[in-house]
Nanobody
Framework: QVHVLDSGGGFVQTGGSLKLSCTVS????????MAWYRQAPGNQREMVAT???????NFAAAVRGRFIISRDNAKNTVYLQMNDLKPEDTATYYC?????WGRGTQVTVSS
């Protein structure tokens, strides 16, 4: 049974930073691509960032240059460092292990 636990959200002011974490248990973490998605009220869920087993990353245009995705295979954990946050980054952020979603963690950025 695979479990995906995402955490680290909170409330910050514009320009602030947050670091999200996602820990996976029960799966083959080290060989899988991990991803972060987000969903704002009234919007569809959208991809934010991905990282494959070799550490290659991909970012949505809206966050490129501000967000960093990384992974620690020894801890079965993927991180999303979010810098220079903007009000439009406000959303629930979800971690995705292939076929399994975390419950989401809320990020709110005040203007």
């Amino acid at each position: 049974q695979v479990h995906v636990l995402d955490s680290g959200g909170g409330f910050v002011q514009t320009g602030g930073s947050l670091k999200l974490s996602c820990t996976v248990s029960g799966g083959a973490f080290d060989i899988n691509t991990m991803a972060w998605y987000r969903q704002a009220p009234g919007n569809q869920r959208e991809m934010v960032a991905t990282i494959n087993r070799y550490g290659a990353t991909n970012f949505a245009a809206a966050v490129r240059g501000r967000f960093i995705i990384s992974r620690d295979n020894a801890k079965n954990t993927v991180y999303l460092q979010m810098n220079d946050l903007k009000p439009e980054d406000t959303a629930t952020y979800y971690c995705l292990y292939p076929g399994y979603w975390g419950r989401g963690t809320q990020v709110t950025v005040s203007s």
